[in-house]
């Protein structure tokens, strides 16, 4: 039995499928969370049952829109056997259209009346017998996430559903309709103002808001490091001790391991922030900070809703270009995820260490926030120029806020174990191979590195960074660093011996120039994939390399030059 | 009337008519945002913030040109 889960965004529809198969679907507080249909599978009284929990959508008319394509073409082609529609029981009438649009399909429904605990606080009652006598079909109260009325929403899909009784065929009978059943079936309440309007008053402040916001991401930040810290010593003590252990196999010790180990230092890091942007999500903070920053971000051609793909670029660039989907508007899609990759990712974190301590001792922290703010200024500027001269139109958006919630701890970590997955599928295959390669590029024909194969690159690759006065071995890191640019350091460690020896390879300006190209050039290997997944294009993924090159050569020359009259 | 996105911070109006092309107008119908239903405008700065039946949403300025929302006393009897 093949059961479509459909109904508006953020209505809890994956936290029902969760609760009726014992899943673990990662479930959100904003709007747009699943963007590709889910499979479930459960049993029911020993009766297999398929769930497949379709993108949330307001209606399935608008074809321009992914999701709403994904849903219909669903139901049009797979024809499930029934469908489980899920309505927000706070928002009855704006759900119903949905409910009155998915009757014309012919096939069973069941309406899930989910919420129902957040419609009562909102002083909204609804007689659900009555709904299901309206509509023709069984409809059940539920509250997903703390199991309610999931027995008996089970029982019902046993049974099978009913197709409907009404049939209304245009958009305006169907709002119409939808408002005269909401009107029936709803008893409604003054209540006093809620907390969430409180909440929402302080947050999108005029003069609140943004400071609000800054002191969210703050935080976040010193949770990211600061926190993180004490598992970053504990990782690099247990990576140096194996590295030992295996002395005896340079291409396990020198190769894997460290290779490997610089990669997975980073882990706590980028689990600490994708923790703390959970925690804003779930909470349903986000949403707000899209109203809030979107004055800032139309200056540049974007709009609030690139935001959060923005903020996740700090952790890690491919799943802030996944994140990307959720923009409705095409052009400021494909223009979030090109100029995501200028967002400094933490994996360039360990380059801008490694070269503030060598060469800017005393104001390393000056240096390296000046690097993730020079990635920024990029990245919106560069935004600026696609929409002015590629990309251009006005982008239309609109986007329901959430209702705030108590993120809860399950939540959180699937949230973050799904981002962070990521990164260490990374560290586990490309990072990997990439490590030996290293090794045995650096080992033969000589084990002197000038006169092995790493060192003949470097040595031809390197006139072309010549003007910026780098040397072989700065090239042939930057080189490998096109695969990820954890390799950089990773290359320097191998190739000096110790990755602080630099500071005798370069001046201070000539160091400054490396940071800045180093931030700027070439997306990793997996930031790529992303781009060419997400875009569905050659011609952008191309665009966004040489782009980066460009940028990179032409700004690290600049401060290069400029640095060296300073310095 | 005027666009919605000339409304002040704390006004109200009832929406009348959604201009422009279809997909705004279907976009705008199926969250709700129809004719003849009040409309309150909290934030405006940059994009809008406005509820209508007690749900809350942020509106893009451009979309907001193209929402007609009357604003005269008498509107609820038109």
Same mark, same amino acid.
């Given at each position: 039995?093949?059961?479509?889960?459909?109904?508006?965004?953020?209505?809890?529809?994956?936290?029902?499928?969760?609760?009726?198969?014992?899943?673990?679907?990662?479930?959100?507080?904003?709007?747009?969370?699943?963007?590709?249909?889910?499979?479930?599978?459960?049993?029911?009284?020993?009766?297999? !049952?398929?769930?497949?929990?379709?993108?949330?959508?307001?209606?399935?008319?608008?074809?321009?829109?992914?999701?709403?394509?994904?849903?219909?073409?669903?139901?049009?082609? &797979?024809?499930?056997?029934?469908?489980?529609?899920?309505?927000?029981?706070?928002?009855?009438?704006?759900?119903?259209?949905?409910?009155?649009?998915?009757?014309?399909?012919?096939?069973?429904?069941?309406?899930?009346?989910?919420?129902?605990?957040?419609?009562?606080?909102?002083?909204?009652?609804?007689?659900?017998?009555?709904?299901?006598?309206?509509?023709?079909?069984?409809?059940? &109260?539920?509250?997903?996430?703390?199991?309610?009325?999931?027995?008996?929403?089970?029982?019902?899909?046993?049974?099978?559903?009913?197709?409907?009784?009404?049939?209304?065929?245009?958009?305006?009978?169907?709002?119409?309709?939808? &408002?005269?059943?909401?009107?029936?079936?709803?008893?409604?309440?003054?209540?006093?103002?809620?907390?969430?309007?409180?909440?929402?008053?302080?947050?999108?402040?005029?003069?609140?808001?943004?400071?609000?916001?800054?002191?969210?991401?703050?935080?976040?930040?010193?949770?990211?490091?600061?926190?993180?810290?004490?598992?970053?010593?504990?990782?690099?003590?247990?990576?140096?001790?194996?590295?030992?252990?295996?002395?005896?196999?340079?291409?396990?010790?020198?190769?894997?391991?460290?290779?490997?180990?610089? #990669?997975?230092?980073? !882990?706590?890091? *980028?689990?600490?922030?994708?923790?703390?942007?959970?925690?804003?999500?779930?909470?349903?903070?986000?949403?707000?900070?899209?109203?809030?920053?979107?004055?800032?971000?139309?200056?540049?051609?974007?709009?609030?809703?690139? !935001? #959060?793909?923005?903020?996740?670029?700090?952790?890690?660039?491919?799943?802030?270009?996944?994140?990307?989907?959720?923009?409705?508007?095409?052009?400021?899609?494909?223009?979030?995820?090109?100029?995501?990759?200028?967002?400094?990712?933490?994996?360039?974190?360990?380059?801008?260490?490694?070269?503030?301590?060598?060469?800017?001792?005393?104001?390393?922290?000056?240096?390296?926030?000046?690097?993730?703010?020079?990635?920024?200024?990029?990245?919106?500027?560069?935004?600026?120029?696609?929409?002015?001269?590629?990309?251009?139109?006005?982008?239309?958006? *609109?986007?329901?806020?959430?209702?705030?919630?108590?993120?809860?701890?399950?939540? #959180?970590?699937?949230?973050?174990?799904?981002?962070?997955?990521?990164?260490?599928?990374?560290?586990?295959?490309?990072?990997?191979?990439?490590?030996?390669?290293?090794?045995?590029?650096?080992?033969?024909?000589?084990?002197?590195?000038?006169?092995?194969?790493?060192?003949?690159?470097?040595?031809?690759?390197?006139?072309?960074?010549?003007?910026?006065?780098?040397?072989?071995?700065?090239?042939?890191?930057?080189?490998?660093?096109? #695969?990820?640019?954890?390799?950089?350091?990773?290359?320097?460690?191998?190739?000096?011996?110790?990755?602080?020896?630099?500071?005798?390879?370069?001046?201070?300006?000539?160091?400054?120039?490396?940071?800045?190209?180093?931030?700027?050039?070439?997306?990793?290997?997996?930031?790529?994939?992303?781009?060419?997944?997400?875009?569905?294009?050659?011609?952008?993924?191309?665009?966004?390399?040489?782009?980066?090159?460009?940028?990179?050569?032409?700004?690290?020359?600049?401060?290069?030059?400029?640095?060296?009259?300073?310095? | 009337?005027?666009?919605?996105?000339?409304?002040?911070?704390?006004?109200?109006?009832?929406?009348?008519?959604?201009?422009?092309?279809?997909?705004?107008?279907?976009?705008?119908?199926?969250?709700?945002?129809?004719?003849?239903?009040?409309?309150?405008?909290?934030?405006?700065?940059?994009?809008?913030?406005?509820?209508?039946?007690?749900?809350?949403?942020?509106?893009?300025?451009?979309?907001?040109?193209?929402?007609?929302?009357?604003?005269?006393?008498?509107?609820?009897?038109?």
């Amino acid at each position: 039995m093949k059961v479509a889960m459909v109904g508006n965004p953020n209505v809890g529809k994956t936290a029902l499928l969760n609760a009726i198969t014992g899943g673990d679907f990662i479930i959100g507080n904003f709007p747009g969370t699943t963007v590709e249909k889910k499979e479930g599978k459960g049993k029911i009284d020993g009766v297999e !049952v398929e769930f497949i929990d379709l993108p949330g959508t307001y209606g399935l008319e608008d074809v321009s829109s992914p999701d709403e394509k994904i849903a219909r073409d669903y139901i049009l082609n &797979e024809k499930p056997d029934l469908i489980l529609n899920v309505v927000d029981a706070s928002n009855l009438e704006r759900n119903l259209y949905l409910t009155l649009q998915l009757m014309e399909f012919g096939r069973p429904i069941i309406v899930a009346l989910n919420l129902v605990d957040e419609a009562k606080k909102k002083g909204i009652e609804i007689d659900s017998e009555k709904l299901g006598k309206i509509l023709g079909m069984p409809v059940v &109260e539920t509250v997903a996430v703390e199991n309610i009325g999931v027995d008996e929403l089970k029982r019902k899909i046993l049974e099978g559903g009913k197709k409907g009784i009404i049939h209304v065929k245009t958009l305006e009978e169907r709002i119409e309709k939808a &408002e005269e059943i909401a009107r029936k079936v709803t008893k409604k309440k003054v209540v006093a103002k809620s907390v969430g309007d409180m909440l929402d008053e302080v947050f999108t402040d005029k003069y609140l808001g943004i400071p609000i916001f800054f002191a969210f991401m703050w935080m976040a930040f010193r949770f990211t490091y600061d926190v993180a810290s004490p598992l970053v010593t504990l990782i690099d003590l247990v990576i140096t001790q194996l590295s030992e252990l295996f002395s005896a196999y340079p291409v396990i010790s020198d190769g894997v391991i460290t290779g490997v180990g610089s #990669v997975l230092v980073f !882990v706590p890091n *980028i689990a600490f922030l994708f923790i703390a942007l959970a925690i804003l999500e779930l909470s349903g903070y986000m949403a707000r900070a899209v109203f809030i920053m979107d004055k800032t971000m139309e200056r540049f051609g974007l709009n609030g809703r690139s !935001v #959060v793909p923005l903020i996740m670029g700090f952790g890690c660039n491919v799943p802030a270009i996944m994140a990307a989907r959720a923009i409705e508007d095409k052009n400021a899609r494909i223009v979030t995820i090109l100029v995501n990759p200028f967002i400094s990712c933490s994996a360039r974190l360990p380059i801008y260490v490694l070269f503030a301590g060598a060469f800017f001792a005393g104001m390393e922290s000056a240096v390296i926030m000046a690097m993730y703010l020079l990635g920024v200024l990029v990245a919106l500027f560069s935004a600026l120029l696609l929409r002015k001269f590629v990309f251009k139109g006005e982008g239309q958006f *609109i986007m329901e806020f959430p209702s705030y919630r108590f993120p809860r701890l399950k939540d #959180v970590w699937l949230l973050t174990w799904n981002r962070t997955k990521h990164f260490l599928q990374k560290a586990g295959t490309v990072i990997f191979a990439m490590s030996i390669v290293i090794w045995f590029l650096t080992n033969y024909p000589s084990s002197e590195i000038r006169y092995s194969y790493a060192g003949m690159l470097g040595y031809f690759i390197q006139p072309i960074f010549a003007p910026m006065g780098w040397g072989w071995e700065l090239s042939l890191a930057l080189i490998m660093g096109f #695969v990820a640019k954890e390799v950089v350091v990773e290359t320097l460690g191998i190739v000096l011996g110790n990755p602080a020896a630099i500071a005798g390879l370069l001046t201070p300006a000539q160091a400054l120039g490396f940071m800045v190209f180093t931030l700027l050039y070439m997306p990793c290997l997996a930031t790529l994939a992303a781009i060419k997944a997400e875009t569905e294009s050659w011609k952008w993924t191309i665009f966004a390399v040489s782009y980066g090159i460009l940028i990179a050569y032409t700004l690290a020359f600049i401060v290069t030059a400029l640095g060296g009259l300073i310095f | 009337m005027v666009p919605l996105a000339l409304m002040k911070e704390g006004s109200k109006g009832v929406v009348r008519e959604i201009v422009g092309g279809r997909g705004a107008y279907v976009k705008l119908q199926e969250m709700g945002i129809t004719r003849g239903k009040e409309i309150k405008v909290l934030r405006s700065s940059g994009a809008l913030l406005v509820a209508v039946n007690g749900t809350k949403f942020v509106v893009g300025r451009g979309l907001a040109m193209k929402v007609m929302v009357d604003v005269s006393k008498d509107r609820e009897k038109s």
